[in-house]
């Protein structure tokens, strides 16, 4: 049985899921149907009672529906829904674990679900609650999939997946791309490099995190120091790793190879 909480504003979109939920499984319950922040925020605080999955519209009539997850302290895996993709970040910053764009199609509900059972599987033998957490845990340090970074006065959703680099020049902060273009993040390098896959990005040194992808190879220099060498088509840096981080990056290398 999969006890549910749906979140959404719109009577027809609210009994489209219903009816979607109905479609998909007998052995979905929803436990409570709300339409607002304030009604979630009221809810949340009054029944503790954890259920499995909860499906939100992200733009509620009193404002966006993440402002429940960060106040109510909720931890229960979210499925978002929307009609705009411009959300996806702050989605998997607030327990997200899908993001379904409108008009929702069954085989779509149908997959999320899918894949809340897949990691809740993967986790069975915890408690339940420890579950939770630990599948959210699960979720998130799988990385981000996407940045926002900015070019010029154009800001761009960057997939990590094609990222070559990122350094820091000046305490700023730039990325480049596989396609060879440069981009400004708002971002420092510690608080990347605790957002990021680590089984795909390591943190060479002070001054760069480099992708496993776009990495061709790597050389000893001055006898205990290590100088990597990326599949960059122009001005590729010079990237030396420290004799303490030399091991860390052998070991890295191994493990996500």
């Known amino acids: 049985m999969i006890q549910?909480?749906?979140?959404?504003?719109?009577?027809?979109?609210?009994?489209?899921?219903?009816?979607?939920?109905?479609e998909i499984s007998e052995d979905v319950v929803i436990k409570a149907r709300l339409?607002?922040?304030?009604?979630?925020?009221?809810?949340?605080t009054e029944n503790s009672e954890p259920v499995d999955i909860i499906f939100s519209d992200v733009q509620l009539s009193d404002g966006l529906s993440f402002e429940i997850f960060k106040n109510a302290g909720v931890r229960t895996p979210v499925i978002?829904?929307?009609?705009?993709?411009?959300?996806?970040?702050?989605?998997?910053?607030?327990?997200g674990i899908d993001y379904l764009l409108k008009p929702i199609e069954k085989e779509d509900v149908r997959k999320a679900l899918w894949k809340y059972k897949n990691l809740q599987n993967h986790f069975q033998p915890i408690a339940t609650q420890e579950a939770f957490t630990k599948l959210?845990?699960?979720?998130h340090s799988a990385g981000r999939s996407r940045l926002l970074a900015k070019r010029g006065v154009d800001t761009v959703l960057l997939k990590t997946e094609d990222v070559i680099l990122f350094y820091t020049?000046?305490?700023?902060v730039f990325v480049i791309d596989r396609f060879s273009k440069k981009y400004l993040i708002d971002k420092t390098l510690s608080e990347l490099e605790n957002e990021l896959d680590p089984q795909l990005f390591f943190r060479a040194n002070r001054?760069?995190?480099?992708?496993?992808d776009?990495?061709?190879g790597f050389r000893p220099v001055e006898k205990v120091k290590l100088q990597i060498d990326l599949t960059m088509n122009e001005n590729c840096p010079t990237i030396i790793i420290s004799q303490e981080t030399a091991q860390a990056f052998r070991k890295w290398i191994r493990e996500s190879c």
């Open 4 to 22: 549910v909480i749906l979140i959404e504003d719109e009577t027809v979109a609210m009994q489209c899921m219903v009816r979607i939920l109905n």
């Open 35 to 44: 339409k607002s922040v304030k009604e979630s925020l009221k809810y949340f």
């Open 80 to 95: 978002f829904t929307t009609g705009y993709d411009k959300f996806t970040l702050p989605a998997f910053e607030n327990n």
């Open 136 to 139: 959210l845990g699960y979720f």
């Open 169 to 172: 020049e000046n305490k700023v």
């Open 207 to 212: 001054q760069y995190i480099i992708n496993l």
């Open 214 to 216: 776009y990495v061709k």
